[in-house]
């Protein structure tokens, strides 16, 4: 049974960094992409940035680009996202996702490709 869990939430100030952290298990890992999205209330689901299943490549939503990243190095079935520079516009539960198709070319940035979810882990930024 494949299961998510996402943590490293909370509360921060305008300007302020949170790294996010997701661990993935019951699937081999590295041979999934990975991806972020998040959700604010009334909002749909978006992408925010997403790691191919090899490690070689990244891909992140214009609206944080340059500000949030995933890192090179992940522990093993752990994904991180460094966010800095945080805006109250960034204020939403943040979801990591394992996509359903396995060693997929390029990850997708729909959520109806991902299968599996964490409950998610709440990101508020006070301005």
């Known amino acids: 049974q494949v299961q998510v869990e996402e943590s490293g939430g909370g509360l921060v100030q305008a300007g302020g960094s949170l790294r996010l952290s997701c661990v993935v298990s019951g699937r081999t890992f590295s041979s999934y992409n990975t991806a972020w999205f998040r959700q604010a209330p009334g909002n749909e689901r978006e992408f925010v940035a997403s790691r191919k299943w090899n490690a070689m490549a990244t891909d992140y939503a214009d609206s944080v680009k340059g500000r949030f990243t995933i890192p090179k190095d992940n522990p093993k079935n752990t994904m991180y996202l460094q966010m800095n520079s945080l805006q109250p516009e960034d204020t939403a539960i943040y979801y990591c996702?394992?996509?359903?198709?396995?060693?997929?070319?390029?990850?997708?940035?729909?959520?109806?490709?991902?299968?599996?979810w964490g409950q998610g882990t709440q990101v508020t930024v006070s301005s």
């Open positions: 996702a394992p996509e359903s198709t396995r060693q997929r070319n390029n990850p997708s940035r729909v959520p109806g490709h991902y299968a599996y």
